[in-house]
């Protein structure tokens, strides 16, 4: 009786194995078929309506969009797994309510971060490719979802920031920026010599393509300690101030070679007092 009751049906076992396990299969076929179908199609209809959007916000929302889809599946997958091994999807989605209502005030950081990443995205304040200040960190904007933005700072390191810790957003990628360049020259040098090789210098660049609005020489801005400050202002394609800054730097220490102008440089004085 003992050994009767401890008996085991392996056909059986084997038969259910075998149907679950066809099931199982053809299902994670399906999906393996779907996801890159799904994710097509987002790309494709994302392309249709480049003449509405701009290429950033495209990227942003492809982004987006790929991930939620990505999440869908996930669902779509584990009910129907429970399905095919016929266990029932309700009683576990109210155990699941009582779990989450255990659990609510933990998740509050979530929703949070939902609904913080939801108005960044309705109010277009970052673009994928966008330069921002955000939550302590500069970088390029990699990525916007619902929970996390994703900010590559320019030493290469890639920052997940929580939605919930952005408070403000400084975007550098709208509009014009500024490229500003002082240079310091001798006490004993001419100003006005200086003044004008650096507008000379002004002029050469005033033909480079990233300018959109000089540079123009702004005079003397600042009597420093060893050299008077001269300043050059002048506005560039986004992003490119800082190439244009340092191409600038570099014509100017060969302009004022050529014209003996000397760039300051800290000095030590030795006195020595005899006895």
């Known amino acids: 009786m003992f050994e ?5 049906d392996w056909g059986y076992i084997l038969d259910g194995l075998i149907r679950y396990g066809i099931q199982i299969a053809i299902l994670i076929i399906a999906l393996l078929i779907i996801a890159p179908i799904g994710k097509k199609l987002i790309k494709t209809a994302l392309k249709k309506s480049r003449t509405k959007q701009s290429e950033a916000r ?3 929302l492809e982004k987006l969009l790929l991930n939620v889809f990505s999440y869908v599946l996930i669902f779509i997958f584990i009910v129907m797994f429970f399905g095919i091994i016929k266990q029932p999807i309700g009683p576990l989605l109210a155990g699941a309510g009582v779990i989450g209502l255990a659990v609510a ?18 109010e277009k304040q970052v673009d994928v490719g966008d330069y921002v200040t955000a939550a302590g960190y500069d970088g390029i904007v990699e990525e916007v ?11 290469g390191t890639l920052h997940f920031v929580p939605n919930r810790e952005i408070a403000g957003v400084s975007n550098h990628s709208r ?5 500003l360049v002082d240079i310091g020259i001798s006490y004993d040098d001419n100003i006005d010599e200086a003044l ?19 540079p123009n020489v702004l005079g003397v801005q600042a009597f420093g300690s060893s050299e008077v400050v001269l ?45």
């Open 145 to 155: 979802g619902l929970r996390t933005t994703q900010i590559r700072g320019f030493d």
């Open 58 to 60: 495209i990227q942003t």
């Open 175 to 179: 509009g014009n920026m500024r490229a």
């Open 105 to 122: 005030f933990g998740a509050q950081g979530l929703v949070s971060d939902i609904v913080t990443g939801f108005f960044i995205l309705l």
């Open 196 to 214: 004008t090789v650096l507008q000379s210098i002004c002029e050469e660049f005033a033909q480079d393509s990233r300018f959109v609005d000089g």
């Open 4 to 8: 009767e009751g401890l008996k085991i």
């Open 231 to 275: 300043r050059i202002l002048g506005k560039t394609v986004n992003m490119e101030q800082w190439g244009a800054e340092r191409d600038i730097r570099k014509r100017i220490k060969e302009a004022f070679d050529q014209n003996n102008i000397e760039i300051p440089f800290p000095h030590q004085v030795n006195i020595q007092k005899n006895n």
